[in-house]
Antibody, heavy 119, light 107 residues
Framework: QLQLQESGPGLVKPSETLSLTCSVS??????????WGWIRQPPGKGLEWIGS???????FYNPSLKPRVTFSVDASKNQFSLKLTSVTAADTAVYYC???????????WGQGTPVTVSS | AIQVTQSPSSLSASVGDRVTITCRAS??????VAWYRQKPGKVPELLIY???ALERGVPSRFSGSGSGTDFTLNISSLQPDDSATYYC?????????FGGGTKVEIK
């Protein structure tokens, strides 16, 4: 059964860069008809889509975050990553990596990793 | 971006009740809607996709309907395990957007 696991620092200082990696197991990241994505959820609030990527190179970002966010894929490690620059307290959230069917519905979620932005 | 509005924001119902949650899109999105359940402290899970298709392994008490701008999620007989927040999501176009959530409480 496909499993996703986020990793990265749980505490980031304001103005610095948040970097997270999602490791994919029991499945290949090089698979057609699936996209890989990031979603976040601020404490006590709803879900916000950050963006989606396809192993072949297509990448889509939330316009509200696009100037600050970058995705990358390391197929040799079966991993994909998120970088979010110039973070503020508003970026404090649980960050989920996920797999989407056809860039659409989110069929598999990671367990989520909490990230706090604070000095 | 397509805005997605859910209602109600919260509800309280008894075990065995029929529950309906609605989702309205700011423009027509055909059947490009998914529904998720997020139990307290847990990861969201996909319930319904393409507005009415039941995800594999999801109990049959869940059903979805609608097309265009108006969609509903129905729980035919509420169970204790359904105490959760429910989200709709449109995937007609990027950016993908979620509704604000409906918190379902068991009386």
């Amino acid at each position: 059964q496909l499993q996703l696991q986020e990793s990265g620092p749980g505490l980031v200082k304001p103005s610095e860069t948040l970097s997270l990696t999602c490791s994919v197991s029991s499945g290949s990241i090089n698979i057609t008809n699936f996209y890989w994505g990031w979603i976040r959820q601020p404490p006590g609030k709803g879900l916000e889509w950050i963006g989606s990527l396809y192993y072949g190179g297509n990448t889509f970002y939330n316009p509200s975050l696009k100037p600050r966010v970058t995705f990358s894929v390391d197929a040799s490690k079966n991993q994909f990553s998120l970088k979010l620059t110039s973070v503020t307290a508003a970026d404090t959230a649980v960050y989920y990596c996920a797999r989407q069917r056809m860039a659409a519905m989110i069929s598999t979620w990671g367990q989520g990793t909490p990230v706090t932005v604070s000095s | 971006a397509i805005q997605v509005t859910q209602s109600p924001s919260s509800l309280s119902a008894s075990v065995g009740d029929r529950v309906t949650i609605t989702c309205r899109a700011s423009q027509g999105i055909s059947s490009s809607v998914a529904w998720y359940r997020q139990k307290p402290g847990k990861v969201p899970e996909l319930l319904i996709y393409d507005a009415s298709a039941l995800e594999r392994g999801v109990p049959s008490r869940f059903s979805g309907s609608g097309s265009g701008t108006d969609f509903t999620l129905n729980i035919s007989s509420l169970q204790p395990d359904d105490s959760a927040t429910y989200y709709c999501q449109q995937f007609k176009t990027f950016p993908l957007t979620f509704g604000g959530g409906t918190k379902v409480e068991i009386k």
